[in-house]
């Protein structure tokens, strides 16, 4: 039966089956997708790459969420998701898979796993809250994994990681954490899947139009296109998008907050891992210490904003959007 997410809640097995596919999803899919980012920009431009990702996704939520009849909506609800869109995906995808055309896939997660980091900073500055000595703590750890990344070791193709790409991917966190903040709060539909599918498909036209003007469809040859670069997108559209946003809007009905939010400081450790075991990528003396600082550093934070967030989730958020690393 669909529930108020306006997707279907139920998954075969029993409970405790169900949650912990669910919770994989999140963890393994979410963090495989910076790789399949990664395969994904080998052979098509990034904007355009992201673009056509957001759309064909949009578009099928799109469908669910209005049940097939396409129904066009409500014009502030389209105002809202334009702008929400426009930040999570055109700045904060957008500036991802163009980071990631020069940063191996383990690194990009790790500084992406900044984004947690960011919302605390931005609630802080808001005055939400006052950040104890963990979150302190924990956002100098995290901050110093980044640092750490930019040491000069070997990066994707051989060179030194530029200054401007590790600049990209965290100005890329900073976006997402802006646009879940945002979206928390915009005037946009109380079914789930309908205000994420136009969210999507905003952000998708958005990236699409940038994508032009900034010359990217001119140099997209579709003879050129790899067949990993378009499983890679497949991949993204159908797991990254369809497959784990199901999954975490079931287990945010059905689990603690607190275990589901886990996926901030496990994505990253996958992404890592999937990075080196399938992509090849060198897990060099930077990384070990990013990973030893930011992972940390995100967790400590997790835990530590515990109890805030609880009382944030006392609060109905109707229109709240997964605020992750779901790249």
Request: aromatic letters at 10%.
């Amino acid at each position: 039966m669909p529930d108020e997410t306006g997707l279907c809640a139920e998954f075969p097995g029993g409970q405790r089956v169900r949650r912990a596919a669910a919770l994989s999803a999140i963890y393994f899919v979410w963090g495989s997708t910076f790789l399949a980012i990664r395969y994904a920009v080998d052979t098509v431009p990034p904007l355009m790459m992201m673009g056509t990702r957001s759309l064909v996704a949009g578009a099928i939520l799109y469908a669910v969420g209005t049940g097939g009849r396409w129904s066009l909506g409500q014009a502030a609800h389209w105002r809202s998701a334009a702008v929400a869109g426009g930040i999570l995906f055109l700045g904060g995808h957008g500036l991802l898979s163009w980071a990631m055309q020069h940063t191996p896939s383990g690194q990009a997660a790790l500084v992406f796993a900044t984004m947690p980091i960011w919302m605390i900073i931005i609630r802080a500055v808001r005055k939400e809250f006052i950040p104890g000595w963990q979150i302190i703590l924990g956002s100098v750890l995290g901050f110093a994994g980044v640092a750490a990344l930019t040491l000069p070791e070997r990066s994707l193709h051989g060179e030194a990681v530029a200054p401007v790409a590790i600049a990209a991917l965290m100005a890329s966190a900073l976006f997402w954490a802006i646009g879940s903040l945002y979206s928390r709060q915009a005037d946009l539909p109380r079914n789930l899947a309908l205000s994420t599918a136009m969210q999507l498909l905003c952000g998708g036209v958005l990236l699409v139009l940038v994508g032009v003007g900034t010359g990217e469809a001119m140099r997209l040859d579709l003879q050129q296109v790899s067949a990993r670069s378009l499983l890679s997108m497949l991949y993204l559209i159908c797991f990254g998008t369809l497959v784990a946003f199901i999954a975490y809007n079931w287990l945010l009905r059905r689990m603690e907050p607190s275990r589901v939010g886990s996926y901030a400081f496990v994505n990253p450790l996958v992404a890592v891992w999937v990075g080196a075991w399938i992509g090849g990528e060198v897990l060099d003396a930077s990384m070990w210490l990013a990973m030893v600082l930011v992972v940390p550093g995100v967790a400590l934070i997790h835990y530590a904003a515990g109890p805030s967030a609880a009382r944030a989730n006392r609060r109905p958020r109707p229109n709240h959007v997964p605020t992750s690393i779901d790249t």
